[in-house]
Nanobody
Framework: VQLQASGGGLVQPGGSLRLSCAAS????????IGWFRQAPGKEREWVSC????????YFAESVKGRITISRDNARNTVALQMYSLSPEDTGVYYC???????????????????WGQGTLVTVSS
């Protein structure tokens, strides 16, 4: 499956942003989708994931309560809606997909088989 993340941009602290992960080649509902981010000079970190079929969702502690993740099967996309953004949320956001990941393992980036190009999110006044 080929993935493309979009929706990044410049947003003020406290603002909201909606990222989208679009797929081609396969229906995304068959895949567990993860969102990761990498801030300048830092290692990549997991943000959130949604498991295939059952749709269970998981969130990193740093974003819990401020982010939702959802599927739109008709559009073959997964959205990451972010609220109350702070400069610490700045980074390149990537989506990843894997057909066999489930449960809490979806937070482990090295287990994903497909990655999309990232989209830059900058939170600054």
């Amino acid at each position: 499956v080929q993935l493309q993340a979009s929706g990044g941009g410049l947003v003020q602290p406290g603002g909201s942003l909606r990222l989208s992960c679009a797929a081609s080649g396969s229906p995304l509902e068959d895949y567990t989708i993860g969102w990761f981010r990498q801030a300048p000079g830092k290692e990549r970190e997991w943000v959130s994931c949604i498991v295939s079929y059952l749709g269970s969702t998981y969130f990193a502690e740093s974003v819990k309560g401020r982010i939702t993740i959802s599927r739109d099967n008709a559009r073959n996309t997964v959205a990451l809606q972010m609220y109350s953004l702070s400069p610490e949320d700045t980074g390149v956001y990537y989506c990843a997909a894997d057909k066999y990941l489930n449960g809490p393992l979806c937070g482990r980036g090295n287990l994903y088989g497909s990655w999309g190009q990232g989209t830059l999110v900058t939170v600054s006044s």
